[in-house]
């Protein structure tokens, strides 16, 4: 069993609580940050529909080929575990932070989380993804791919992956929240947009039942 297997109330008592963050709160920790960072997840869903929603927490990304650059961002604010397949591990401060990415991580590690200290709760889960500053990569097949400016777009200084692409993240679960954002969603879509979901969803899904509403 990993952590991720976890009761919340039993994850809390092992790893300690999650602090509650917003988007402003993560424009604020990556002001200065010089690589590429995004909100996914139903904070971007919500930031594009305008319908609110509830949040367990909001999902922040940045490439996993700028770690080094992050966690130079981070130095001395807050602590980075190394997070995967169920285990957690910290990078430790005095660990080369100007290596290579992979160096410094286990294959099976695709996120990280931060905290201040032990006595402090965790601040963000952070997902390291594929791609680069000029090309975003869809982590379950990179055949599929956006130029990045294409694929974020902001607002009041917070950046958010595209709808649609979001809701490509969305679809392999098909929680009943995510019907909820599909169909919150869908109707603002413009034909490009729900052209290219559709051609995605064929690709890697060709049997879900959204291609038939796109």
Not at 171 to 187: C, E, S
């Amino acid at each position: 069993m990993g952590v991720n297997d976890l009761s919340n109330d039993e994850f809390e008592r092992l790893c300690g609580p999650w602090a509650t963050r917003t988007p402003a709160d993560v424009a604020a920790l990556f002001a200065g940050y010089p690589g590429t960072w995004w909100i996914a997840g139903g904070w971007a869903i919500e930031a594009f529909t305008g319908v609110r929603r509830e949040h367990e927490d909001v999902d922040v990304s940045v490439l996993r080929d700028e770690l080094p650059s992050l966690r130079k961002h981070l130095a001395g604010r807050l602590d980075v575990w190394a997070a995967g397949s169920g285990a957690l591990r910290p990078l430790l401060p005095d660990d080369d932070i100007d290596d290579d990415p992979d160096a410094a991580l286990w294959d099976t590690e695709g996120q990280i989380w931060t905290r201040v200290s032990a006595q402090d709760p965790w601040e963000y889960d952070i997902l390291l993804s594929p791609g680069s500053a000029r090309l975003w990569e869809y982590r379950r097949d990179p055949s599929i791919r956006m130029p990045m400016s294409d694929a974020l777009w902001a607002r009041d200084g917070v950046r958010y992956l595209q709808p649609e692409i979001q809701l490509l993240y969305k679809a392999p679960g098909l929680r009943h929240k995510d019907q909820l954002d599909f169909d919150n969603t869908v109707p603002l879509l413009d034909d490009r947009r729900r052209r290219w979901l559709r051609q995605a969803l064929e690709q890697t899904l060709p049997d879900h039942p959204w291609i038939a509403a796109l």
